[in-house]
């Protein structure tokens, strides 16, 4: 940063200026005004070689207050020191003076020793906080354009464990010809639990970026199914109970596969992949599997992700049974006939079940119509 070499000195009094320019003019270029109006002006002037300003109160045309008033709001006052020149020591005008932006107050008659060594402590201190300011400036452009190559990076991330994601989820269909429409229902059934479950309980919060997240997250809880062999998973019948216990070891299967993506592994997604992956089908009374995790020792989004599961799989035709009409699906999760599940989940649930229904499984009008003549049955049987 290049030094200010001048000293701007204003006083009506031509000796004054005189006196003050010996003391400075070996070392500054002087600069001088014989009234407020034209040190004004060279203010403006000279702004980026001012070291200091020497400013006497009483001036015509503009006093030295009139002259810091007009400077209120110029960021000049920061980087420029502006003494006031005085001959009395008024309490009244130094608290002006400094309310003003004055750094300190030159009495007359002039002590050149003094003044000199004031003047010097007062210039190098505003050189070091200018030379410190520009330091920080400095550093906080480089940490900003890190900052940026961070999210950038993120970004990059983000779209790769996407990628990964849809590519597993792929994968998924080509396995098992359900899964494919399956997963993509899990992700909008979640999204749509975990906003209800937001209106109702207070202690259940998620940022939107979190949520997106979960939901991602939530179409991999059956990646693990790629490691069942397929005599099991496109069995039409009832699976023995061998043939079960293997069909469960997807979970556990899922977070292996997980742990073999050292991208994914190291990103925000994971943790929520991997819980999400494991634990799907505990249960809150403890009796699910694959660690018997009970209550709240299940995360909310991997309880979420596992009643969306059951209820996606009770509506949806499967190569082993018909799809389950929407009233009894409900009745059935309600009954315990799936599983135990928290209640306050299952109250948010049936709150938003007709609209989830309607939202993501009657896509074409017959459906529709179907639904509507169970519904007028059930209404004239109930009547």
């Known amino acids: 940063m290049a030094m200010r070499q001048a000293i701007l000195i204003a006083d009506d009094i031509e000796m004054n200026r005189a006196i003050l320019r010996t003391f400075f003019e070996d070392t500054y270029e002087i600069l001088e005004a014989a009234n407020g109006a034209e040190a004004l002006h060279q203010i403006h002037e000279g702004r980026d070689s001012l070291a200091a300003v020497l400013l006497d109160i009483v001036m015509p045309e503009m006093d030295g207050f009139q002259v810091l008033e007009a400077l209120q709001g110029d960021e000049l006052l920061q980087r420029v020191p502006i003494f006031l020149i005085t001959a009395e020591n008024s309490q009244m005008a130094i608290r002006r003076g400094y309310a003003l932006g004055a750094v300190d107050f030159i009495v007359k008659p002039f002590m050149p020793e003094m003044i000199r060594q004031r003047m010097a402590n007062v210039i190098e201190l505003y050189r070091n906080r200018q030379r410190l300011r520009g330091i920080v400036d400095e550093q906080i452009q480089e940490l900003e354009k890190q900052a940026r190559q961070l999210e950038k990076q993120a970004q990059e991330l983000r779209e790769t464990n996407s990628a990964i994601i849809e590519t597993l989820a792929t994968v998924i269909e080509f396995r098992d010809c359900e899964s494919g429409e399956h997963v993509k229902r899990i992700r909008s059934l979640t999204m749509e639990l975990l906003r209800q479950m937001e209106k109702r309980l207070p202690q259940v919060q998620f940022d939107e970026e979190q949520l997106q997240l979960i939901c991602d997250a939530s179409v991999m809880h059956d990646v693990g199914k790629v490691a069942i062999p397929d005599y099991i998973l496109q069995k039409p019948g009832r699976l023995t109970p061998e043939e079960r216990a293997i069909m469960q070891e997807h979970t556990i299967r899922g977070c292996e596969i997980l742990d073999t993506i050292p991208r ?21 009374d403890g009796k699910g599997y694959p660690d018997g995790l009970k209550g709240d020792e299940i995360s909310i989004w991997a309880q979420v992700v596992s009643l969306a599961d059951v209820y996606d799989a009770l509506v949806s035709k499967r190569v082993y049974k018909k799809a389950m009409e929407h009233e009894k699906a409900v009745e059935l999760i309600l009954s315990g006939g799936c599983g135990a599940f928290n209640p306050q989940l299952l109250d948010c649930f049936v709150e938003i079940a007709d609209s989830l229904y309607h939202k993501f499984y009657l896509d074409s009008p017959v459906e529709q119509l179907r639904y509507e003549r169970r519904n007028l049955k059930g209404e004239e049987t109930n009547g």
């Open 264 to 284: 994914l592994r190291s990103s925000e997604i994971y943790p929520y992949c991997w819980d999400i992956c494991r634990h799907h089908h505990e249960r809150w």
